[in-house]
């Protein structure tokens, strides 16, 4: 099973870790589409991952070809799928099987958290630190996020292997554009498939 690995930092950073202490984690990539078809480089999502005793991080850093976001200021947004958005389904080792957690955050800053189980989905309102910036000149954009794990988990082994898939959405109708990192295989675009996860482990 594809996996990636989350480095662990020697300290907690005071918000999002520093450019150099990202180098030193592991990167995977992902361009196709939810069925692991349509490659498009031109719209690649790379991420990294770190930890700390306090959080884990994620950073994206995504190529575009045009910007679908919401107007004014960064903020908590629901319904943040509706326009382009990076986002990161996680599920611990002691979660049931169909129950796990959605974080999302778009080129503009706006990010929402969510708690997905069978028939329900419930707002999280984690504080999240989120940072995005986007750089037309080079053709991406890149967001980071903290994720506190007193609240993902009761007891953290980093032993434990969790399970975790990524996901872009970029574009509006009849262009829009889902992309995978590990495919989903269903007939119309569903990211909630928690059977074709994969494997994150901690270093």
Request: charged share 30%.
């Amino acid at each position: 099973m594809a996996g990636i690995v989350a480095v662990k930092l020697d300290r907690a950073p005071e918000s999002l870790p520093a450019d150099v202490d990202w180098e030193h984690a592991p990167e995977v990539r992902f361009s196709a589409d939810w069925r692991g078809q349509a490659p498009d480089p031109g719209r690649e999502t790379r991420i990294r991952m770190l930890w700390s005793s306090e959080d884990i991080y994620i950073r994206f850093h995504c190529c575009y070809q045009n910007l679908y976001i919401y107007e004014g200021p960064p903020c908590r947004r629901d319904r943040l799928w509706l326009r382009d958005v990076a986002e990161v389904f996680i599920q611990t080792e002691v979660d049931p099987p169909s129950c796990y957690r959605e974080f999302e955050i778009a080129p503009s800053g706006d990010w929402l958290d969510l708690d997905i189980a069978p028939g329900s989905k419930r707002h999280l309102k984690w504080d999240l630190r989120p940072r995005a910036q986007v750089r037309p000149d080079s053709g991406y954009w890149s967001a980071e996020m903290a994720l506190p794990l007193r609240r993902l988990i009761p007891t953290f082994d980093p032993s434990k292997i969790w399970k975790i898939n990524f996901f872009r959405i970029e574009g509006s109708e009849p262009d829009r554009f889902y992309s995978a990192w590990r495919p989903t295989f269903t007939p119309r675009p569903n990211f909630h498939v928690p059977e074709c996860f994969g494997e994150l482990r901690f270093q």
